[in-house]
């Protein structure tokens, strides 16, 4: 279950919610207005989330890269240009595309 706090009280027992969060291990919605207007994670969740985005840049890079070299593989055939063995030629032939 999502806990929520309104702004007034956050701010009065910010300790006490600080001891909250770390002890049930649950983020916390700070609400102003009764608008929801921020959340706080506990430090180890926020340290899974920045793993995750990690990983996920990871594999999407991966992806990325991998159909770039597809293409420039397909490239290369369909101009009858072979295969560059460095990365300068692989340059060379980028430049004079």
């Known amino acids: 279950m999502i806990q929520i706090v309104n702004i007034s009280d956050a701010r009065n ?4 919610l600080v001891r909250k969060i770390k002890e049930t291990k649950k983020p916390v919605v700070i609400v102003q207005d009764s608008i ?27 992806e990325v890269f ?3 070299e597809k293409a420039f593989k397909k490239y ?22």
């Open 66 to 68: 991998a159909e770039g």
């Open 36 to 62: 929801p207007s921020a959340v706080i994670y506990p430090y180890e969740e926020a340290l899974k989330n920045d793993e995750q985005k990690e990983q996920l840049f990871q594999l999407k890079f991966k």
């Open 13 to 16: 027992n910010f300790a006490k």
């Open 76 to 97: 290369l055939k369909k101009k009858a240009v072979k295969t560059p063995r460095t990365e300068q030629d692989a340059y060379s032939v980028i430049k004079n595309a």
